[in-house]
């Protein structure tokens, strides 16, 4: 736990660290002005305390004093309000910061991750107010040394008039810490705990604001069933954690009655001494105000030391999660850099798969079960099959977002583990059937692939007279640059079909040797997508191109064509030869062939 602490506190002087010296020069400060106000005090009261009497006229020591002590109080305000700003300037760096660093985890984890519920789980429960619960710790640990500070000046002053006076104000800090750091423990452990359900709620809630889903809510009257079970979790979630909550204030109503009696005995304690020692009247406003702010300062040490403990199990959530180890292509990479200097040829001389097998993670069973064929350069290959066969597994893993569990992937003489992910993002495109449908303008969606090139607009817009999207831009108010879908100001929303073509355009902007379309022509009608493919084979006559479709008329264009079901490959072939064999694509192409007449 210290080491995470030491790591944040690292990270935080990395980002500013003028904010760590001041914040620990403030607190140090404040640490002491407690003892010059039980000063003042007692100056003041004592000075007071003759001017009535008759034994002093001096007035103006009175009015000095009551200025001084003024003078604090403006000091202290003005101090507390500036660093209120700074906290939260500091704390709006560390979101920028921190979510940068939480963005760039996430988006070089491997992608099978995203397979995983505890990774989901993780995330959710880092991504909640990041900044401020990343800084918390630190805080309390610098305002934890302040009220030691502030609590030695209380025992020095204490220690002159009696020194069991100081074990009346420090015992009941032990009570206070055990109790604190228990029930810190277990509401983090809750909240970890929960964080799956809570994502559930989340989700529903997602469900309610989204134009997609609310239609289906609309169409099959889910809402009060969704609602219910929205309101099940929240509730749930609630009521357990009050049940923490009371038995931790129930716990802390006892402390705080067992630190009342001391305070009592204390009390007794100090009517005592001062008779003794015939102290003044400010001797004995101060001693029990010095008594009071002990008790205060100790439990409110004993309570931070438990936050820092508690929210150091954040920290350490944090740290854990993007210390999270990625893959071990790192030191394969580094061996071969300067030999993928060179890359594209790699990428030019076919795709060879050797014995492939795939599992998901925590699954037992095999996606992929012995996956071998080789594709040659240039060549235009189908892959068709049932859902569930296998396919955009298959291809999920060509384009290197899954490792494969056994068995090999070749790009020439190159096995895929030991290409650069650089390299091999740069050498292949692809457009999966759930592409992105970004939030910007055409021109963005379409060049979003070679950002090098995001500002040729010739380029862009040939691309958009190949594809079809120069008919959809003539309607559009700023043509190009008009911003698509419903998120961003000003947006326009257009309909499925003229989505495809632009995730279609957005493949294409891409020079690379090797194109892979994953059914992104699904929402298309038969006709359009076999337009769009006729369209497709003659812009990619020179490279290789892989896709995925349902239907068999478009699969009928490739020079070869991959038949899987289950996980395997059952037939392989031209479209001729498949016809002729009568087998798994006879039956599939006969059972469309009323599409296309």
């Not at 359900?197 to 469900?207: D, P, Q, S, T, W």
């Not at 992937?409 to 290409?419: A, D, G, H, N, T």
Request: charged share 20%; proline share 2%.
């Amino acid at each position: 736990m210290i080491l995470y602490l030491f790591r944040s506190f690292k990270m935080i002087y990395k980002i500013k660290k003028s904010w760590l010296f001041f914040t620990i020069f403030f607190r140090i400060a404040n640490g002491f002005i407690p003892l010059i106000e039980l000063w003042i005090l007692q100056i003041l009261i004592n000075k007071v305390t003759m001017y009535i009497t008759g034994n002093n006229d001096n007035l103006i020591i009175i009015v000095k004093l009551i200025v001084f002590q003024f003078f604090i109080i403006i000091v202290k305000s003005s101090l507390s309000n500036y660093f209120n700003v700074f906290d939260t300037k500091m704390e709006q760096m560390l979101d920028y910061y921190l979510g940068e660093i939480i963005m760039n985890k996430l988006i070089s984890v491997p992608y099978y991750y995203y397979e995983i519920p505890s990774f989901y789980n993780h995330q959710y429960r880092i991504l909640n107010n990041y900044g401020s619960r990343f800084l918390r710790p630190v805080k309390n640990l610098v305002e934890a040394v302040q009220n030691i500070i502030s609590i030695v000046s209380y025992i020095s002053f204490l220690y002159f008039i009696h020194w069991s006076l100081i074990f009346l104000g420090v015992v009941v800090a032990i009570p206070t810490l055990v109790i604190q750091y228990k029930y810190g423990n277990k509401k983090f452990a809750f909240h970890k705990d929960q964080s799956g359900k809570l994502r559930e709620a989340n989700y529903i809630i997602g469900l309610f604001g989204s134009k997609q889903s609310t239609k289906e809510i609309r169409l099959f009257k889910l809402r009060d069933k969704l609602l219910q079970r929205w309101k099940e979790i929240v509730l749930t979630n609630n009521k357990k954690y009050i049940r923490i909550l009371n038995k931790q204030n129930r716990l802390s109503v006892g402390i705080d009655a067992f630190s009342g009696l001391l305070y009592a005995l204390a009390l007794v304690l100090i009517v005592y001494v001062i008779k003794i020692k015939k102290l003044s009247v400010g001797n004995f406003v101060t001693t029990i105000q010095s008594l009071k702010e002990l008790q205060f300062s100790v439990n409110r040490i004993s309570f931070l030391v438990a936050l820092i403990l508690e929210s150091s199990l954040y920290i350490k959530d944090f740290f854990e999660f993007i210390d999270y180890e990625i893959d071990n292509k790192g030191t394969i990479n580094e061996k071969i850099q300067l030999s993928l200097d060179n890359s594209r040829s790699i990428f030019s001389k076919g795709i060879s798969v050797e014995n492939l097998y795939y599992k998901y993670p925590l699954s037992d069973t095999y996606t992929l079960n012995n996956i071998s064929f080789v594709i040659k350069p240039k060549e235009k290959v189908a892959i068709v099959g049932d859902n569930g066969s296998g396919k955009s597994t298959l291809i999920k893993i060509l384009v290197g977002l899954y490792q494969p569990t056994q068995g090999k992937i070749f790009f020439s003489e190159k096995e895929i583990r030991e290409i650069k992910d650089d390299d091999l993002r740069k050498n292949m495109t692809a457009i999966f059937q759930d592409f992105v449908k970004f939030a910007y303008s055409v021109k963005e969606n379409i060049a979003f692939s070679d950002l090098d090139n995001i500002t040729n607009e010739e380029k862009i817009k040939n691309v958009g007279l190949i594809s079809g999207v120069d008919k959809l831009v003539e309607k559009l108010p700023k043509g190009y640059d008009t911003n698509l879908g419903k998120i961003l100001p000003n947006s326009i929303d257009i309909s499925g079909g003229e989505w495809q073509k632009i995730a279609l355009s957005r493949a294409l902007f891409k020079n690379s040797n090797i194109i892979i379309l994953d059914e992104p022509t699904a929402s298309l009608d038969p006709k359009s997508e076999l337009s769009i493919f006729n369209q497709f084979m003659e812009i990619v006559k020179e490279k290789t191109a892989i896709f995925i479709s349902h239907r068999m008329a478009s699969a009928r264009m490739a020079d070869r064509i991959i038949v899987m079901k289950q996980g395997e490959i059952v037939e392989e072939g031209s479209h001729e030869y498949l016809m002729k064999k009568k087998g798994e694509y006879y039956n599939m192409y006969e059972s469309q062939a009323s599409w296309y007449q």
